[in-house]
């Protein structure tokens, strides 16, 4: 279902509000860029920040300014089974393509309180749904045998975003999952190590930044074409890594404010670079030509 690249979208602020003309502007990059689709509202998109009309209107926006050019996968994952209801109810209403649902956070749960979250926010919604593990922020993971299980029980299930940072684990996702289940790397910096034991794309920070160079590394591997993807990689790596020399999405916006784009704004807890970090993330984006 899900196959190449897709923009996890940072939110843009300016004074205290979401920036509707940069965010409007960061979706006709990313098309621009060539890449196959946009997350509005992950992590990437601070989603523990944003109230719910805030939340609701990104997706509307997203779906409004993408206009059918590229798929809309909303995030509307929350550790409340029912208000991961409400927001995956609410995105579908405004238009969304398909929902990226995270893993619960904070609550650990069981992994059989996994499956039957997952499942009751899916059978309330008509669309595709993408999980998303990301056991550094959750503090638990969706079990391989999870995922087979949904797979095989929940239609619209049909993907996951897999930000372990574990190739093997990857490896026994593809072996395990039926084929039209698709796997896609969460990790700018693992997505060719994951695709190379079968993901199929990655949900990407680093291409709200180089959206072109992100979406050619996929499109070249899966062209065949490993050694112009390795050249991209090894290329671009020293940026997948700074990208988090802070939280995300903190150095995607101060990259993106250096180049004109947007305000670096985030929201409490989060704040602006350390100089030393801000000092690094320079250096590094200008050795790769962003700068």
């Not at 300014?65 to 929350?78: D, E, H, N, Q, W």
């Not at 593990?133 to 995922?147: F, H, K, L, N, Q």
């Amino acid at each position: 279902m899900f196959k190449g690249t897709y923009t996890a979208l940072v939110t843009p602020f300016r004074d205290g509000r979401f920036d509707e003309d940069a965010f409007a502007r960061l979706i006709e990059d990313q098309i621009a860029g060539g890449v196959d689709g946009i997350v509005p509202v992950g992590t990437t998109g601070e989603s523990p920040t944003v109230d719910l009309d805030e939340h609701i209107r990104v997706i509307e926006l997203a779906v409004q300014v993408a206009a059918k050019r590229v798929t809309v996968i909303a995030g509307t994952g929350s550790n409340a089974t029912a208000e991961a209801v409400n927001l995956s109810e609410g995105a579908v209403e405004k238009g969304a393509d398909a929902l990226l649902l995270v893993n619960p956070y904070y609550n650990k749960p069981s992994q059989e309180g996994l499956f039957r979250h997952y499942k009751t926010v899916a059978d309330s919604v008509p669309v595709p749904i993408m999980l998303y593990s990301v056991p550094g922020r959750t503090c638990g993971e969706i079990a391989v045998e999870t995922v087979v299980r949904l797979a095989a029980n929940v239609p619209n299930i049909v993907s996951i975003k897999e930000a372990g940072g574990s190739v093997d684990r990857v490896g026994q996702l593809v072996g395990a999952v039926p084929e039209n289940f698709t796997i896609l790397s969460g990790d700018d910096s693992l997505t060719l190590p994951f695709l190379s034991v079968g993901a199929v794309g990655v949900v990407s920070v680093a291409s709200n930044v180089v959206p072109k160079a992100v979406a050619d590394l996929v499109k070249a591997f899966r062209a065949g074409d490993l050694a112009s993807a390795q050249a991209l990689h090894k290329k671009y790596l020293p940026l997948f890594k700074d990208l988090f020399i802070e939280a995300n999405p903190v150095p995607a916006k101060a990259i993106l404010s250096w180049l004109g784009k947007m305000s670096a704004e985030v929201r409490l807890p989060l704040c602006e670079l350390s100089p030393v970090s801000e000092a690094k993330l320079r250096k590094t984006a200008t050795e790769v030509g962003i700068l």
